[in-house]
């Protein structure tokens, strides 16, 4: 295990799930099957896990990674990133696995597409975790990026523990587990995983939804359909378009930050997921007020490339919030 580094404070957000070599490629636009287009590449740290823990981390309030990798530069490179960001991480390092990787590829519009190898990030097993961290913690995190199981074992802990659950179904899998569901405080869908869970809970009968049907839908409605999920907490991330919250008694539509410059936009939900888990720090609980920092968090995430390096810290969240 390498462990980078050792926290002086407790963690208050814990998140476990990924850590993935990012490999981005940015060009004018995506190429159609078959062609070549000439374009520039970089390299650094990401996975929705540890994007999550990164984007938490530089809000200033403590917290930890937990996560996979293989025996390779890779994460040696990631033990020396956590290291330099003196944010907790605990890397369990899987013989005969590599680390994961991602190739991602981002147009002149900020627009992209990403194909995942998860490697040792899915070798994750409840060995691995360290029951007390997680009942430590006040919220803990996961995704899809590790495995559903360990997502399950984590949650099982922090329910008994009475700590805040939050999970990011990203990215949307055919064997999702429902059971998941009833040990979670908050689930934070964007507009394609909203839709797939909806439809493989079949939460609208017989009817399908469509992303664009979703964009139809009245908040009164949106409302009603997140109700199915049994879920206390739902926030639905649309982009440009902000977020929807919906809670046991009413919902809330926010806004997404205006004026903002896109330069790239992989990562920015990680930015909102690992935002919002700080605000619910840093606000006692307080779900919208998580969710209006957790939108700042995002906003300031893309107007600069990449995933991990490009979450934003404390000073400039709380320049940003200060001047809107």
């Known amino acids: 295990m390498l462990v980078s580094p050792i926290m002086k404070k407790t963690p208050q957000v814990v998140v476990v799930g990924s850590f993935v070599q990012d490999l981005t490629f940015f060009c004018s636009h995506f190429p ?5 287009t000439v374009g520039t590449f970089v390299t650094g740290p990401g996975g929705k896990g540890s994007n999550q823990a990164i984007a938490a981390g530089r809000t200033g309030v403590p917290t930890l990674f937990i996560g996979s990798v293989g025996r390779d530069g890779f994460a040696e490179a990631a033990a020396k990133f956590y290291a330099d960001e003196g944010i907790g991480a605990r890397f369990i390092a899987k013989t005969g696995h590599a680390t994961a990787t991602a190739g991602i590829l981002v147009n002149d519009s900020g627009q992209n597409e990403i194909i995942v190898a998860l490697g040792a990030s899915a070798q994750i097993k409840p060995k691995d975790i360290d029951a007390n961290l997680i009942r430590g913690a006040r919220v803990v995190v ?10 399950a074992h984590v949650f099982r802990i922090a329910r008994r523990a009475r700590v805040t659950t939050v999970l990011n179904p990203a990215p949307m899998r055919p064997d999702f587990e429902p059971g998941i569901l009833p040990l979670t405080d908050v689930l934070i869908p964007n507009e394609t995983e909203f839709v797939a869970l909806a439809n493989q809970l079949k939460l609208g009968g017989r009817k399908v939804l469509t992303e664009t049907g979703l964009a139809k839908l009245a908040p009164a409605k949106l409302h009603q359909l997140c109700r199915r999920f049994e879920v206390p907490n739902v926030i639905v991330t649309l982009g440009s378009k902000g977020c929807f919250i919906s809670q046991a008694q009413d919902y809330a539509v926010l806004p997404a930050c205006a004026d903002i ?7 920015a939900g990680d930015a909102f997921c690992g935002g919002f888990a700080a605000g619910m720090v840093t606000f006692s609980g307080d779900i919208v007020a998580a969710a209006k920092f957790a939108n700042s968090v995002a906003a300031l995430s893309v107007t600069r490339r990449g995933t991990a390096p490009a979450m934003p810290r404390a000073r400039e969240i709380a320049r940003f919030r200060n001047q809107r």
Not at 261 to 267: A, E, P, S, Y
Request: glycine letters at 10%; proline letters at 5%.
């Open 32 to 36: 159609a099957p078959g062609q070549t």
């Open 142 to 151: 996961c995704q899809h990026e590790a495995t559903l199981a360990i997502n």
């Open 261 to 267: 410059k896109v330069v790239d936009t992989t990562g």
